[in-house]
Structure formats: structure tokens, C-alpha cells
């Protein structure tokens, strides 16, 4: 019999188990208050904290740097603990090597063509940084800026508020952005995050973050068996610059259909020309629910072997799934193994990639008095 994840955690508490560290085993707990140490030293000196929360049975460690997930550990059906995130045990790799491992992104997540765009008929030119393009925010992007932190406990819920503020003309970008970021970890082990945004001046933003996921355990190899579904008829195609052209295909007798669970390996060399371009998958999945007012269920992801499930459900209209094709065995991760292409995947809820270039794209603009609003909830069973 396959036990869901509460019955585990709670079966673990009744028989006295102890909770420990990595590869340890659940135990129930109530939220314990965020526990702040110090993680390292940046080359000017600022000080980069690590943040460790727990509730649920789910444990999260984030950084004030870029508000790096730098761990997140949940049980499998036996109740033993692996971190499911990819990352680095030192913030001089998050500086220097970092593919986006666990980050906040912004001020616009994924990319902008050639980095130029236009608002109320002026021009805009943002830092560039993958080929001609702008991805995920350019060169200094919300992910490699200290954020301010105030930890919280509400009722049964533990948490982060993480705050930073974007200049006018920060990477190209116009206006001043306040952002407000929530971590939460509620009583049921879910991790949720609350984006907030305000500015001065008419801009755009999208807001994601960057988690790798192996639900086996980070380092453990590849995610090919890991079975994936997605609530998305159509996804939108790319050029060679990962651009999307403006369509928005169906998935229907494609690799690209994965309205019923299958496993990311099946179709991952089919030699579609879409995959060959993206080296696997790297699209933004066209939600069929759209822009909603509370965030509703558009993904699930399971590993067969551990029985951990990860359910996500978002206010976002895409979802961006990445393979991880770029890992190339040169980045040692948080348990001392390298990570290699396929090791991970992502799924970023967000706009779609380039939609200030595409009037038929759900509009990314923020407007003073406007309050840029998204909320994304994970959650976890075995």
C-alpha cells in the first residue's frame, strides 16, 4: 500500500522516530521559528545568511543573496529526507557559476528578444547577457542582489518576507520597482510564494523563481524517469535564439503533450526540430486555465522510485519547463556530485517569454497605482 505523506510523517511521530539531517527520517512538527546563520562573505565583504525553516514535514533553506532556495528537503514514502534541489554548499559558486540554482528572478523572467522593447512609444534597451538576448533580468539580475529578510510566524504558517528595490534604468529597465517576495511554509508542508510588486513609472515585470527539481534527491542522476503533466494544450515555439515566434501551436501529436503524466524520457529524443533547437525541453506551456484569481493545479511531477510527488499550482497563464540541458558536469552541487545534463528540470509559473514584443501574449506591463500581483504553491506527498 502506497501511504500518502501525512500518514507518514505522523506514523513516523507515533513510533518515536526522530527527525535528522539529510537522508534522515519525518517526524510531525509544528512551524519552528526561521533559524538565520551566517552562509559566507561576498569579495566587498557583505555578509550572505542562510535561512533555515521548517514545518509540515518540509524544510527550506534560503539565502538573502538572489533569495536562493538553497535546500529543500521532503520525505519519501518511508518518511527518509533528501534534498530535491539543486545547489551549492558555498556562495562563491552562486556567484561566479551559478545556472539560476533556486533564485528569484526578475525583473522579467526568461527572455526578451535582441533585449528591446516598447512602451507608450518609447524605446527600450536592457542589458543583454544569452547571445543578443536579455534572459531572466541580464546581467545583474534580481538573483545576484542581497534582498532584505524579516522572518515571520503567522498562526500555524513559518516564513520569509524578502524585500529589494530596482532603480529607474536598472539593467535598461524603466522605473523604480519595489519588490516583496514571501516564502511560506505552511502547516501541511507546502511551500508557498507570494510575489508583490509597485512602481513609479509604467514598466514591465515578471517574476519567477529558479528551482532545479530532482525528486529523487539532488546529485542522484538523471530526472528521464521522472513522470511530468501538464495542463496545456498549445505551448509556444522558438527560434535558434529560444524566442518564442509568436505561435501558439498545439501539443497534440507532439513530444510536447503532456496533458497525461509521462515519463520526461519518452519522448525526449524524439528529434522533433523544436527539441533539437531547445537540446530537450525548454518552452513555455501555454496554461489552459490562463490568468486566474487564485492560483489552481497545472502540474504534477512524481518519481516513481522515492514516491515523492510535487503538486504546482499557480495564478500564472505559463509554465516554463526546462530539462536542464545545459548542465554539462562541470558545477558540483550541495552533496559533492556533479551535475549533468538531465540531472534536473525546472518549471518557472510565469507570462510567457517576450510578451512585450507580442500583442497576442498576456501583457506584462505595471503601471503606477498598479500592484503587480502572483501567487505559486508547491506541494508535497510521497
Not at 94 to 105: C, E, N, S
Not at 133 to 153: A, M, R, Y
Not at 165 to 178: H, Q
Not at 336 to 345: F, S
Request: charged residues 20%; proline residues 4%; hydrophobic residues 35%.
Amino acid at each position: 500500500m502506497e501511504l500518502n505523506r501525512r500518514t507518514v510523517i505522523a506514523g513516523a511521530a507515533a513510533a518515536g522516530i526522530a527527525a535528522t539531517t539529510l537522508g534522515g527520517t519525518a517526524q510531525a512538527s509544528g512551524g519552528r521559528t526561521p533559524v538565520k546563520k551566517l552562509f559566507g562573505k561576498l569579495a566587498d565583504g557583505t555578509k550572505v545568511y542562510l535561512w533555515s525553516l521548517e514545518n509540515g514535514g518540509t524544510r527550506l533553506k534560503v539565502l538573502n543573496w538572489g533569495g536562493v532556495v538553497q535546500g529543500l528537503e521532503i520525505p519519501d514514502r518511508h518518511g527518509r529526507y533528501v534534498n530535491v534541489s539543486l545547489g551549492f554548499d558555498n556562495i562563491d559558486d552562486y556567484v561566479a557559476k551559478t545556472p539560476y540554482f533556486g533564485a528569484l528572478i526578475g525583473r522579467y523572467g526568461n527572455r526578451i528578444a535582441k533585449g528591446q522593447f516598447t512602451l507608450d512609444g518609447k524605446s527600450y534597451q536592457l542589458s543583454v547577457n544569452d547571445g543578443v538576448n536579455s534572459l531572466h533580468g541580464g546581467k545583474q539580475g534580481f538573483d545576484k542582489h542581497i534582498w532584505d529578510v524579516e522572518p515571520f510566524t503567522k498562526g500555524s504558517d513559518v516564513g520569509l518576507h524578502l524585500y529589494y528595490t530596482s532603480v529607474d534604468g536598472e539593467m535598461g529597465y524603466p522605473g523604480t520597482l519595489k519588490a516583496k517576495v514571501t516564502y511560506t511554509l505552511t502547516r501541511h508542508g507546502d511551500w508557498r510564494i507570494d510575489y508583490e510588486a509597485t512602481t513609479d513609472k509604467a514598466t514591465v515585470v515578471n517574476l519567477t523563481n529558479h528551482v532545479y527539481w530532482n525528486l529523487a534527491g539532488e546529485g542522484s542522476g538523471t530526472i528521464e524517469d521522472h513522470e511530468l503533466k501538464i495542463a496545456a494544450s498549445r505551448y509556444t515555439p522558438t527560434d535558434s535564439g529560444l524566442i518564442p515566434t509568436g505561435e501558439l501551436a498545439k501539443v497534440a501529436g507532439t513530444p510536447f503533450d503532456f496533458r497525461h503524466a509521462k515519463a520526461i524520457g519518452r519522448d525526449i529524443r524524439a528529434a522533433h526540430p523544436q527539441q533539437v533547437t531547445a537540446k530537450g525541453y525548454d518552452h513555455n506551456w501555454v496554461l489552459d486555465k490562463g490568468i486566474t484569481a487564485k492560483p489552481e493545479h497545472v502540474a504534477t511531477l512524481r518519481d516513481p522510485r522515492s514516491g515523492r510527488t510535487l503538486k504546482i499550482a499557480t495564478n500564472e497563464p505559463g509554465l516554463q519547463f526546462y530539462s536542464g540541458n545545459f548542465l554539462d558536469g562541470t558545477l558540483v552541487g550541495t552533496g559533492g556530485h556533479t551535475y549533468r545534463q538531465g540531472d534536473a528540470l525546472c518549471l518557472e509559473t510565469q507570462h510567457f517569454p517576450d510578451s512585450p514584443n507580442h500583442a497576442n501574449f498576456p501583457s506584462t506591463v505595471l503601471r503606477p497605482g498598479q500592484t503587480y500581483r502572483s501567487t505559486t504553491i508547491h506541494s508535497f506527498s510521497a
